[in-house]
């Protein structure tokens, strides 16, 4: 079965890491996979996003508007400007912690809530993650796109289990993050994220 996955953030959230874990799973499957990510604006604060897609007779790396199975969305905003990309019943994933952009000329607050809103009214399937506390719990920031895998593996959408991910982290990762890292996909799954 063929998956369309679009990550999407802020630079420094780890958005083209989860997407490589993503792909390597997949990859050790013998899936096909075909990916690609805008980096140019990656440096922290910056517009990042990821396209992947997974499956057979994949020709393109890009995904077309309205065919995303999954948005794993690691900044509210950003996730918001890749609705597009949704199909109908698609599935999105959101941390809750807003990042004001760089760029940004205003100099009103954004504390994220009222995207978090108009997410709950545009998006049938809906997983809003309290990420903050989570990694805080966890004892790292960094494990936010590992945290947001596993709330992806464990709401059964993204088709690779937490095993794969583990094994995929193992390969792709230095051995002294394994056990952070593992931490956050047992915490996904033990607190039904």
């Given at each position: 079965?063929?998956?369309?996955?679009?990550?999407?953030?802020?630079?420094?959230?780890?958005?083209?890491?989860?997407?490589?874990?993503?792909?390597?799973?997949?990859?050790?499957?013998?899936?096909?996979?075909?990916?690609?990510?805008?980096?140019?604006?990656?440096?922290?604060?910056?517009?990042?996003?990821?396209?992947?897609?997974?499956?057979?007779?994949?020709?393109?790396?890009?995904?077309?508007?309205?065919?995303?199975?999954?948005?794993?969305?690691?900044?509210?905003?950003?996730?918001?400007?890749?609705?597009?990309?949704?199909?109908?019943?698609?599935?999105?994933?959101?941390?809750?912690?807003?990042?004001?952009?760089?760029?940004?000329?205003?100099?009103?607050e954004y504390s994220g809530d009222e995207v978090i809103e108009y997410l709950k009214k545009h998006v049938?399937?809906?997983?809003?993650?309290?990420?903050?506390?989570?990694?805080?719990?966890?004892?790292?920031?960094?494990?936010?796109?590992i945290l947001l895998l596993g709330s992806a593996i464990h709401s059964g959408a993204l088709g690779i289990?937490?095993?794969?991910?583990?094994?995929?982290?193992?390969?792709?990762?230095?051995?002294?993050?394994?056990?952070?890292?593992?931490?956050?996909?047992?915490?996904?799954?033990?607190?039904?994220?």
């Amino acid at each position: 079965m063929n998956k369309n996955i679009v990550l999407c953030g802020v630079g420094g959230q780890g958005t083209v890491l989860a997407s490589k874990l993503i792909a390597a799973a997949a990859m050790k499957k013998d899936i096909e996979v075909m990916s690609a990510e805008t980096i140019g604006m990656a440096q922290r604060g910056g517009s990042v996003f990821s396209h992947l897609r997974m499956g057979e007779n994949i020709y393109s790396p890009m995904i077309a508007e309205k065919t995303a199975d999954i948005i794993l969305g690691f900044e509210p905003g950003e996730t918001v400007r890749m609705l597009p990309f949704l199909k109908d019943n698609g599935h999105v994933i959101v941390s809750r912690r807003p990042i004001m952009p760089v760029a940004a000329l205003s100099d009103k607050e954004y504390s994220g809530d009222e995207v978090i809103e108009y997410l709950k009214k545009h998006v049938n399937n809906l997983l809003v993650v309290d990420t903050e506390s989570a990694c805080e719990e966890i004892g790292s920031p960094k494990v936010l796109n590992i945290l947001l895998l596993g709330s992806a593996i464990h709401s059964g959408a993204l088709g690779i289990t937490e095993e794969e991910m583990k094994q995929a982290i193992r390969e792709r990762l230095p051995e002294r993050l394994h056990e952070i890292n593992f931490r956050a996909l047992n915490y996904a799954k033990e607190h039904n994220l």
